[in-house]
């Protein structure tokens, strides 16, 4: 059997937790140097996987911005930009989103089986959409990837998506950036919601770096024996 991919998995927090505020604008949390970083994370990945909420309310397009990198993807024989990856069991995915509707690279929705037609129907030749149980199993969606190549993969959130990969134990390394503010607002989205994590003060995660990055702090945690030494 192939080898899951390599998963990273990549939020920014405000001091109290929060991913987001509940407001109508998307929260900036990290800074320039700091999106610079992410950058170039996704340059290193084959693919970057967000939940379908994430593309709903923040219309990312996941790209690789920085001229430099995609330049040297394609030296190396890759695409411009990885892979984009969503999961979803509404299949309610607006075609018109940038996650859709800009750059050329591949797109992939795992679907849950009952509405695998009805978002085939939705999407057409915009992204590759798969049948991948019910509800979508996460350990599925990456011995897919895996088949398909993908041996790095980063996952941006949110809140759910990233909960399900740290309780299965499908994470080999967070990065953690902490915002130099409070939201205080419990109708915003936390990082993370209830769960069972491997991780809990019998079983602690391992520090492999702290780095300061202007006026956020970027915690990367080691959660598997593959995560190298920081
Ligand atoms: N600060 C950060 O670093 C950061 C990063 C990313 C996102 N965010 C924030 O996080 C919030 C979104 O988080 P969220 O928890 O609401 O959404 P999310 O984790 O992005 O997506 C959740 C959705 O993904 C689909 N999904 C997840 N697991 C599934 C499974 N096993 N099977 C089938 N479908 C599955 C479902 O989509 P359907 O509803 O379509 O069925 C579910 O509603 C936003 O406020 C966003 O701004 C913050």
Redesign the pocket.
Known sequence: MTERPYVVLS???SIDGY??DASEQ?LL?SNAADLDRIDAVRAGCDAIL?????VR??DPRLLVRSARRRAARADRGLPASPTRVT???????DPAGRFFTVGETDRIVYC?AAVVEKTRDRLGALAEVVDAGE??D?ARLLADLAARGVRRLMV??????HR?FLTAGLADELHLVVAPFFVGDCRA?RFVGDGRFPWHPGRRARVAEVRQIGDVVLVRYALSDRCAEG
């Open positions: 939020c920014a927090t991913l987001d998307r949390l967000v939940g379908a909420g994430t309310r923040d999961l979803t069991a509404t299949g309610d995915l849950a509800p979508v996460p941006e959130g949110g809140a759910n998506v399900q989205p």
